[in-house]
């Protein structure tokens, strides 16, 4: 089965950066669109950007400007960088596909913690 591994969260300051990283196992990850969903404690999960296999971008309003998605296929991993994070940025942070793409939710990983706190 497809498995997603996010990495790369931790604690940082405001207006600090991270970079997240999702490696996924699989040989349909190369052809198919990616995202980044966060669920924050008292929220529900959203997407906040998400790319096509061709490398087209799409961001939520929230992070535009500051969230950076990209992907390397030969790698089969999709990356976030996050900049001048806020404090409402603090998360966990899953990879899953958009939610029109055939495999969304079939798999998700643990997931990986960022919280932005001086």
């Known amino acids: 089965q497809v498995q997603l591994v996010e990495s790369g969260g931790g604690l940082v300051q405001p207006g600090g950066s991270l970079r997240l990283s999702c490696a996924a196992s699989?040989?349909?990850?190369?052809?198919?669109?990616m995202g980044w969903y966060r669920q924050a404690p008292g929220k529900q999960r959203e997407l906040v950007a998400a790319?096509?296999?061709?490398?087209?971008?799409n961001y939520a309003d929230s992070v535009k400007g500051r969230f950076t998605i990209s992907r390397d296929n030969a790698k089969n991993t999709v990356y976030l960088q996050m900049n001048s994070l806020k404090p409402e940025d603090t998360a966990v942070y899953y990879c899953?596909?958009?939610?029109?793409?055939?495999?969304?939710?079939?798999?998700w990983g643990q997931g990986t913690q960022v919280t932005v706190s001086s």
């Open positions: 899953n596909p958009p939610k029109g793409s055939s495999w969304y939710g079939d798999y």
């Open positions: 699989g040989s349909i990850f190369s052809i198919n669109a």
């Open positions: 790319i096509t296999s061709g490398g087209s971008t």
